[in-house]
């Protein structure tokens, strides 16, 4: 306990009963307020004349005001001046227009998250407030006094909340953090909607949390972002469950909260790509080639062209139609809008040549109309800008070596494009479609379409596994380039694994407000287990700083070493065993066969759950190592280790991620000798 704390009061204390009559006026208040917007709605539906707009503000308040499972208020800051501050997780106000609680997202809060010794801000005292549904459970203060205080003593703020919260029995769904948000958090949470702000962080430092943390802090301090909207995204629809509910716990629900590869073109995915076609896939020099495989199917007009709609007709030469083709490609516009333009400039064409030969008056519009309508026209706009959609350019591309070859001449090297290359046996829409496919055809809509749905701020998150293609996805969706971007270089598995950001951002938007920060205490394994996992971090990324724990665990990693074809009965085994001291746990293996024996026993076994079917729903839940990513449970049992591993760096980080997961215990099972850098304790 650090100089100026006071140890925890506990049930029974005057203070403690003091809290717990705020709190309970809380709860009053918040239900009068959901009753008076409740009547405000009910009366404009009665009037008969609704605003809709009004209406739909009306329905979200309501919402908004509903009761949470998650504690109302979570701490009180006395300022110097007298003034106290009670903080929650949103705005609480009495009939006469007293406050009782104050939004954690309000400038005044900032000194609950951000005062230290040495520098309180302007308070007198912090109040921790640890609450359980609608009971307050105990309080724990920080006296901020010169005399008391020593400025060097770097301590955890809220250490008692923090510790009871990662102590806590995890619930298969992420919650949010917002009572104990720590400083540095803070800072990254709270920083200017402007530019784009790139957050490193390792295992269980909350970068997720922060990000999340920061769309709520921006949507409350920049409502025009309920109109442009923010996007989430994630790195697996499981990942996407797991998180779902922060952010409605915090009062928002304005968010869009997809994957990249979900931002596509809708398509039935029928395979997938070796990883050196996925790597090519995700190649920035394939939107080079897109465009141009998009410019080679305009064609030159040949040879002059008679054209005509009633009884006038007017003939073009093949030089002049090309000149109007060229003018229209040189500004490099989406083909559909250059299309449009090339239509218009065709019609203009033959207007102005039937008026200097004086056959058509200067008000004459049918003729323009009638003509784009006739069959030899719209064959002409065909020949020479043919209208097509994103699945039929890039399915063409990677199933016709002609159109492959004159693409990629100059761009790519020929065994790169013999490797792209692949058969096709039907229409397009028979085609097996792979992950990686999606950024070519985003890629391609965006050349052919033009610009999609873009957002106010984009929350980016494990953007060290996207590959540059898929970069380009997000870059060209934020309005204004207002970007959080959130990832770990040491668990960059991806099909390119990046060596450091400066790889990656130069495939997101330029911007001269571009802020770089780095995460390095972690909150969620305990200290023994980021020791162990953090011996491969020589090997699999030396550049990433360790993360180191703020807290020393129970129980010390295990190994298990195993009869042959025995490791995936005991992994299964020690985790169910490991589930019934009442751990949710993951049972995390290589892809291949092992997963498939597992996926088979778990059809017999009702207290296991497939992540990819049931979520985080049930004691103990398979992962694939390739899904761990992000995710996080009481207990992890972790299969193979070596094979998880292989022989890739991508692997070592693979393992990395895998090993990184439990709050409380890791037990690794393993008939395959361990990887190098866990032999020692192995």
């Known amino acids: 306990m650090g100089d100026g704390e006071s140890p925890p009061r506990k049930s029974g204390d005057p203070e403690i009963r003091r809290e717990q009559r705020v709190l309970d006026r809380a709860h009053e208040a918040l239900r009068a307020m959901r009753a008076r917007a409740q009547g405000l709605l009910d009366d404009l539906r009665a009037a008969g004349r609704p605003d809709l707009e009004y209406e739909a503000a009306l329905v979200r308040r309501v919402q908004s005001l509903g009761e949470s499972r998650r504690p109302l208020l979570f701490g009180r800051i006395d300022e110097v001046t007298g003034a106290h501050w009670r903080i929650g997780r949103r705005h609480v106000e009495e009939d006469g227009g007293d406050v009782l609680v104050v939004d954690w997202r309000a400038p005044v809060s900032v000194p609950f998250y951000r005062a230290r010794p040495g520098e309180a801000l302007g308070l007198a005292r912090r109040r921790q407030i640890m609450v359980e549904a609608h009971r307050v459970l105990a309080i724990a203060d920080d006296v901020f006094d010169a005399q008391l205080l020593d400025p060097g003593a770097a301590r955890l703020r809220g250490g008692d909340a923090l510790l009871q919260e990662l102590e806590r029995a995890r619930s298969g769904e992420m919650l949010d953090i917002v009572a104990t948000i720590q400083a540095e958090q803070d800072e990254i949470i709270r920083g200017p909607l402007e530019g784009t702000v790139v957050v490193q962080g390792g295992p269980g430092t909350g970068k997720t949390a922060v990000g999340l943390h920061r769309a709520a802090y921006l949507l409350y301090n920049h409502p025009e972002l309920a109109r442009s909207g923010v996007l989430v995204l994630g790195p697996t629809r499981a990942f996407l469950r797991y998180i779902a509910q922060v952010l409605p716990s915090l009062g928002e629900e304005a968010v869009v909260q997809t994957t990249v590869g979900d931002l596509a073109p809708r398509v039935r995915i029928g395979a997938t790509d070796p990883p050196s076609v996925a790597r090519l896939k995700g190649d920035p020099r394939m939107a080079e080639v897109i465009a141009r495989a998009l410019a080679m199917r305009r064609s030159p007009a040949g040879d002059p062209v008679r054209l005509g709609a009633r009884h006038l007709s007017v003939s073009l030469g093949p030089e002049e139609i090309d000149a109007q083709v060229a003018l229209v490609a040189r500004a490099e516009p989406p083909s559909k809008t250059g299309r449009a333009a090339l239509r218009s400039r065709l019609i203009g064409l033959a207007r102005q040549r039937l008026r200097d030969e004086g056959r058509i008056g200067a008000d004459e519009e049918w003729f323009g109309r009638e003509l784009s309508a006739s069959g030899r026209f719209r064959a002409l706009l065909d020949h020479l800008w043919p209208s097509i959609s994103p699945k039929q350019l890039v399915g063409d591309l990677l199933s016709r070596p002609g159109v492959l070859a004159g693409a990629a001449d100059g761009i790519l090297e020929p065994e790169e494009t013999e490797t792209l290359l692949r ?168 892809e291949g066969p092992l997963e498939g024996e597992l996926r088979r026993a778990a059809r017999h076994e009702p207290r296991m759950g497939l992540l990819d079917e049931h979520g985080i729903t049930r004691p103990v839940t398979l992962v694939p190592a390739p899904l761990a990513k992000g995710l996080e449970f009481d207990a992890a049992v972790v299969v193979e280790p070596a094979a998880i591993a292989g022989t890739e760096l991508v692997g070592l980080r693979l393992l990395y991620v895998a090993l990184t997961r439990p709050i409380q215990r890791l037990l690794i099972v393993h008939e395959q000798p361990l990887p190098a850098p866990l032999v020692e304790t192995g």
């Open 423 to 590: 058969t096709r046996t039907g229409a397009i829409g028979r085609v097996r479609w792979t992950p990686d496919d999606l950024a070519l055809l985003d890629e391609a809509s965006f050349r052919i379409n033009g610009r999609t749905r873009s957002y106010g701020h984009i929350v980016c998150d494990e953007a060290q596994d996207l590959s540059p293609m898929q970069l380009r996805m997000i870059a060209r969706r934020t309005a204004s380039g207002s970007l959080t971007v959130l990832g770990d270089i040491a668990q960059a598995t991806g099909s390119h694994p990046y060596s450091g950001w400066g790889e990656i951002l130069p495939f997101l938007p330029p911007t001269p407000q571009l802020r770089r920060e780095e995460l390095t205490v972690g909150y969620r394994a305990p200290a023994q287990i980021l020791q162990l996992a953090s011996r491969l971090l020589s090997v699999a990324a030396p550049s990433v700083n360790p993360t180191t724990s703020i807290r020393i665990g129970r129980h010390e990693p295990s190994f298990l070493r195993c009869a042959a074809g025995r490791s995936g009965a005991e992994g299964l085994r020690a985790a169910l065993s490991l589930a019934k001291d009442g751990h949710l746990v993951g049972l995390i293996v290589p």
